[in-house]
C-alpha cells in the first residue's frame, strides 16, 4: 500500500494559511494523488492540509503541533510513520519543498524502512513577506544558512 505524507513550508498566523508555499504544495500533492494515488493514506501537515481541504482532498491524518509547541518535519513523520505501520504502507510519496527539504525528508524516511517514490516537485518558491513567521523558508539563501546551521548541531524552529 502506499501513502502520501505532506509537509508544510513556511508559517504564517493560524488565519493566514495556507500561506503562498502551503497552497503550492497542496497543488503538488494533487497532481500527485491523482497520478499514483488510487486508496492512498495521506498526512498532511495541518497548513497543507488547509489548502488540501480547499482543492477538495481530505487527509486521513493531519498533524498539528502539540502544546503550542514548535512542529518540525520529524514529528510529522513520526505520526505519519505509525500510521503508515498501522495500515500496512510500506511505499511513500514525500511532498516536500524541493531545495534541501525534500532530500532531508527522503533519507528520513528510507532510514526507518519505508521505500520511497519519487516524484519531482514543481517550483513551490518562498515566502518574503514578514508575517511568515519563519525567516528560513523567505529565499533560498536563507534556507541553505539554516539547513548549514542545523547540520551542525543547531536547534530547529529558530534562526
Known amino acids: 500500500m ?38 492512498a493514506v ?4 495541518w497548513e497543507v492540509a488547509r489548502g488540501l481541504k480547499a482543492l477538495g482532498v481530505g487527509s486521513d491524518l493531519v498533524v498539528e503541533p502539540s ?4 512542529l518540525d518535519s520529524r514529528g510529522v513523520w ?17 511532498v516536500a519543498h524541493p531545495f534541501l527539504h ?9 532510514r526507518d ?17 514578514p508575517r511568515n513567521t519563519q525567516p528560513w523558508t523567505r529565499s533560498a539563501p536563507a534556507l541553505l544558512k539554516y539547513a548549514i546551521r542545523i547540520k551542525f548541531g543547531g536547534s530547529h524552529g529558530r534562526c
Open 78 to 94: 513520526e505520526e505519519a510513520k505509525q500510521l503508515f505501520a498501522a495500515r500496512g504502507v510500506t511505499e511513500v510519496v514525500p
Open 113 to 129: 524502512g519505508f521505500r520511497v517514490i519519487d516524484h519531482k516537485i514543481g517550483k513551490i518558491g518562498y515566502d518574503p513577506d
Open 102 to 110: 525534500l532530500n532531508a525528508v527522503k533519507k528520513m524516511i528510507r
Open 2 to 39: 502506499r501513502g502520501f505524507v505532506i509537509f508544510s513550508f513556511g508559517l504564517r498566523a493560524a488565519e493566514q494559511e495556507p500561506g503562498p508555499c502551503n497552497e503550492r504544495l497542496g497543488h503538488e500533492a494533487l497532481r500527485l494523488i491523482k497520478h499514483v494515488g488510487d486508496e
Open 42 to 45: 495521506i498526512v498532511a501537515q
Open 67 to 70: 502544546g503550542g509547541g514548535y
